[in-house]
């Protein structure tokens, strides 16, 4: 930490300091723990999963390899713009791509294959040998897959806490933790959907078959497991106290919500069946269920960035007080498109919008490096710091 | 607590000797038991429970198989309807019978009956079930005699053949084609696969003959 900086604006770093401190941003950490017994579990999960999805998808894999072989494609494409989507939420104290393909691997692989497929088959026979297949059809579903698959994913999370506690702390991380968990199981669930469902003609149209698929799982998955994981694993780190906040029956609020969302959208409207004639049920529940879900995402999205926001502004002062950025810069970078659109209007012609364009993104790469370095002034600080300034004037040779 | 930087850990793996046990991060022994009880279970104790629950939805004489459209068929008595309804179930469904499956089990005898979107003839929907079976077991697979006309009792025409999978376990094909009309939006194949040890199967031939004989399509059903 640079003397000069400590003597003129002591209360904004030690601010600094204690937010780098309280939110785990730029802390340095590693996967592989060999002394952390959730190193092993995770592993043994990931051996697991891609056994049991083998045992899964081998024996018909050679008649319908077509229908595999479109759905990764088809599905691997699907991903790209919810992988972007859920990027673009992590830009705060963003959770580290480490931790985010760990977490997508558990969802893609363990959550589905090492412990859902399994749970879920037993409990749907035992519900047909106890109340019969009709019974088991309707309703079996919905009385399974939310609490076998919301706990399987929610594991992962589990996992990822003990291994990186420094660096996930908060609702907001539990947030994008669980929808990378949520995304990865959304796809695999839908390549195995799209595989399953391609026998529906015994081999034919496989192509076309899996394509289908993709309509339905796709517009499905808007309001599916990438939510339901999100606003569940929000809800743990609230539950566990993360944040120190105290929230905890508001995390068990959040994570019993998220097994209804799942419970409903798994139902189909079978419970209005006895008073609603028709398609009606049906439209009635997803209705429904889409509105409630997106009403709790808006307010769970805005409550767990509110704290975020609040930190990068925090890690930034200093750098306003030493007149490095402006505090509309800051206001950028600690908000979202309505901060960025206010100032990219507030200056006028093409080549000075862009400038603040590349202001924002050097800024960003500033916020980044001073939270790996822990508030120090590194020679990478420094450099990001002399950036900012280079491309503030035209971004000349810096 | 001092901040020297020869005070700070060699890196986030470190775990101090008085957290050790067997080696292991005592912190993560909580976490990684929690997980794995669940998981025990979720992926072990449960389907244990399911396998020591018998089923008791054995069929009885004069059950029907409903596989959506009108296209039924008799089910032989005292087996087990794992999978799919009889015609008189009641329930929050209805069978569609272009993705309809039924699954009858006696022993390690199984019967998987399949309808689906189908624009062919039925020697054509035997054709390609037999290719499907000889991707997916290979060299193993070794159909016996050539497919053999079935005319059911409603007058509905098949046709079905045996084949042999390894060295002790025997499978028959049989498939039946409805055209599109009435209740059926399209044209639509019923596919049968019986599989199981050669001596079982032979047993429950004669009853799985009358199985087939009983397949229908009720145009007004």
Known sequence: MSQATEAVQPESKQRQLEVLRHSGWGVPFRIFQPRNLCFWVLLLGYIGGVTVALQVIRPTAPAYSSALGYGVVLFAIYAVPWWLYLSHLNRYTTVPHKIIFTAFAWGFLAAPFWIAIRANDAILTIYAKAFGNAWASAWGPALTAPFTEETAKMLGLVLLLSLVPQVLRTPFDGFITGAFIGLGFQISEDILYGFQGATAQFGLNQGSLVGQTLVVRGLAGLFSHTMFSAIYCAGLMWLLNRDGSGHRLRGLGLMALATIFHLTWDAGGVYFNHVLPGAGPVILNYVLTIIASLITIRWLLRTVRRDERGWVRDVLQPEVEARVLTPAEVDVLSGGRKERRRLLRSVSGHPTRQIVKHVITAAEDLATQIAYACGRDTDAVIHARTEVARVRTGGGRG | ?221
């Not at chain 2, 019978?97 to 009858?104: E, F, G, I």
């Open chain 2, 1 to 221: 607590m001092t901040e020297s930087p020869s005070a700070s850990a060699p890196d986030s793996a470190w775990v101090p000797a008085d957290r050790r046990w067997l080696g292991l991060d005592k912190r993560s022994l909580g976490p990684a038991l929690f997980v794995l009880a669940v998981v025990i279970v979720l992926a072990g104790v449960v389907p244990a429970i399911n396998n020591a629950i018998s089923w008791t939805n054995q069929t009885k004489a004069g059950d029907v198989i409903d596989m959506g459209g009108g296209i039924t068929f008799a089910a032989p008595e005292g087996w087990t309807l794992t999978d799919g309804f009889r015609t008189t179930d009641n329930g929050a469904h209805s069978v569609s019978p272009s993705r309809s499956t039924a699954v009858l089990a006696n022993g390690a005898v199984q019967i998987e009956v399949k309808g689906g979107a189908w624009p062919g003839t039925a020697d054509a929907l035997l054709s390609q079930l037999n290719k499907n079976l000889t991707r997916n077991e290979g060299s193993a697979l070794k159909v016996e005699g050539a497919p053999v006309s079935i005319t059911t009792d409603a007058g509905d025409t098949g046709v079905t053949e045996t084949y042999q999978s390894g060295s002790s376990k025997g499978g028959r094909l049989a498939a039946f084609t409805f055209p599109a009309g009435g209740t059926l939006p399209g044209p639509i194949g019923l596919a049968f696969t019986i599989t199981g040890p050669d001596t079982t199967l032979a047993q429950y031939e004669p009853e799985i003959d009358t199985m087939l004989q009983s397949v229908s399509q009720k145009a007004g059903s």
